[in-house]
Nanobody
């Protein structure tokens, strides 16, 4: 059974940083495109960042405008793990954060329906 497990969430003051991790029980993890989403209370789940690897040391990344320049997605294929470094956090970043994966190289997806596997989510709360 495929599992994606997020960690690293918590409470942080505005302006602070957090790094989320997502470890996946996927064979051939490097062939998966991975993404981060979040969902705030009363709002729809939104795309934040996605990352894929072509297999020849070329990475493709895409970011939502709302987090571009503040969040960075990265991956360690040897550890089956994807990260989301979040800097300059704002109260409006408060949400449950999810990682997701789909079997694909080179293409980065930004819509929920394009992902096959999801984690259970981790809460991030930013206080003002």
């Amino acid at each position: 059974q495929v599992q994606l497990v997020e960690s690293g969430g918590g409470l942080v003051q505005a302006g602070g940083s957090l790094r989320l991790s997502c470890t996946a029980s996927l064979r051939f993890f490097s062939s998966y495109s991975v993404g981060w989403f979040r969902q705030a209370p009363g709002k729809e789940r939104e795309f934040l960042a996605g990352l894929s690897w072509s297999g020849d040391n070329t990475y493709y990344a895409n970011y939502a405008d709302s987090v571009k320049g503040r969040f960075t997605i990265s991956r360690d294929n040897a550890k089956n793990t994807v990260y989301l470094q979040m800097n300059t956090l704002k109260p409006e970043d408060t949400a449950v954060y999810y990682c997701a994966a789909v079997f694909s190289r080179s293409t980065v997806y930004n819509r929920q329906k394009e992902y096959d596997y999801w984690g259970q989510g981790t809460q991030v709360t930013v206080s003002s």
